[in-house]
């Protein structure tokens, strides 16, 4: 595909396909991100130009991303709900101070943008290392090293603001 190519095609189709991923998804910047990496598959793989395949092809790996981002979601959902924790044996106090920190965490995770929500909890939940993670995600190591990093700072803070 040639830049002209590609171009033609973006301007034809980006706004139908992030139109249709807004409706299905009711998120408007996940309609934008998903239909932005979609043209970039289509891009890296330099898929021949043909109007009417291409539209089909750009729909889709739009629709597979946006599943791929449901079950990602249903798996940080899940890993809320498994922390049952064990709290009969403590203080009125402490229990309701813990289920404070809990509210907080569960907060602070779900605040997390999505590529660093899902590597955390792939590491932490799933017990990943970074270089599995990088090949079920098709990213560097380095990528999920800065994902990692930035999603602590940012538990760290939020969790430490609620400590105050």
């Known amino acids: ?90 203080s009125p106090e402490t229990t309701f101070e813990f289920q404070e920190l809990k509210e907080n965490y569960e907060k602070a995770l779900s605040n997390l943008p999505e590529k660093q929500r899902s590597v955390f909890l792939m590491s932490r939940k799933d017990g990943l290392t970074y270089k599995d993670i990088a090949e079920r995600l098709d990213i560097s190591v380095k990528a999920i090293e800065k994902r990692m990093s930035l999603a602590l700072a940012t538990l760290k803070k939020q969790l430490g603001h609620y400590a105050k």
């Not at 171009?7 to 992030?18: A, E, G, S, V």
């Not at 890296?44 to 395949?53: A, I």
Request: glycine residues 2%.
């Open 1 to 90: 595909m040639t830049r002209e190519e590609f171009k033609t095609c973006f301007d034809q189709y980006f706004d139908p396909l992030r139109n249709y991923l807004y409706y299905r998804s009711g998120d408007a910047e996940l309609a934008t991100d998903i239909s932005q990496e979609a043209f970039m598959k289509i891009w890296e793989k330099q898929f021949d130009y043909h109007p009417t395949k291409t539209k089909s092809l750009l729909y889709k790996i739009g629709i597979d991303l946006f599943l791929s981002h449901l079950r990602k979601n249903k798996v940080a959902d899940a890993y809320v709900e498994s922390l049952a924790f064990d709290i009969k044996k403590d």
